[in-house]
């Protein structure tokens, strides 16, 4: 896929309205709505969720990432929560994403790969045609406890540019990004946009000076 003229930025993790707003006044394209997971960093009840989803500005995209993983499970979250998007962070039942472009014709699908190794480019070429985007995390399903998101590793961005330019869909790149990092695996991955939880909080909570200078690094970052 050829590269974007400029990087979409997703802010995830939202806990509470001040971190939508701050989000949002640092130029987010995008915020993240956790709900329940087996692990990791940033889950909330479904009811906020959706309260938060509510509130959000109408230009800013909402993602609800979900472990969920039959059409229907996801169908039914979906539609009380009412997000633009809907991430699936785990591999879903086979036929899960074609069910789910009937149920919901209107709400955006990005399944989440995990970069555990070479073999992510495979699994990302057969996931995409059934996908509006893929997002490139670097958790790992198939520990007894899944990591599926929010683990603050990065994972080898080589393999995330080849799914980048095997995929004829755009692709985020999350994993262990923070300012100190991004403008590398920017040059290295070259992705349609970039997706920061963990790298731009302190103490759980996210941190405008962080979130500020990550924010700085992607727009001074080509993708030429």
């Known amino acids: 896929m050829e590269p974007t003229a400029r990087l979409r930025l997703k802010i995830c993790c939202m806990q509470d309205l001040g971190e939508i707003a701050l989000a949002v006044r640092h130029g987010a394209d995008a915020v993240g709505f956790v709900s329940a997971m087996p692990s990791g960093f940033g889950p909330i009840s479904d009811d906020l969720i959706a309260a938060l989803i509510s509130a959000a500005p109408p ?18 979250q979906v539609r009380r929560l009412r997000p633009t998007t809907v991430q699936i962070v785990d591999r879903p039942e086979a036929g899960c994403r074609a069910e789910l472009r009937r149920l919901l014709p209107d ?14 480019v495979a699994e990302a070429v057969a996931v995409a045609p059934e996908a509006d985007a893929i997002l490139l995390d670097s958790g790992n399903p198939a520990l007894r406890v899944k990591e599926l998101g929010g683990t ?21 790149l999350a994993g262990g990004l923070n300012a100190d990092n991004v403008a590398g695996a920017i040059e290295a991955a070259r992705p349609f946009g970039v997706d920061v939880c963990t790298g731009v909080r302190t ?16 727009r001074d970052a080509s993708v030429e």
């Open 203 to 218: 103490d759980g909570r996210l941190d405008e000076r962080k979130l500020a200078r990550f924010v700085a690094t992607v």
């Open 152 to 172: 603050g590793r990065t994972h080898d961005w080589a393999v995330s540019r080849k799914i980048r330019d095997a995929v004829g869909v755009p692709v985020w």
């Open 107 to 120: 709400t955006r699908i990005v399944q989440v790969v995990h970069v555990t190794g070479p073999e992510a």
């Open 59 to 76: 230009q800013v995209a909402t993602f609800l990432l979900t472990s969920r993983g039959s059409a229907d499970a996801i169908a039914d």
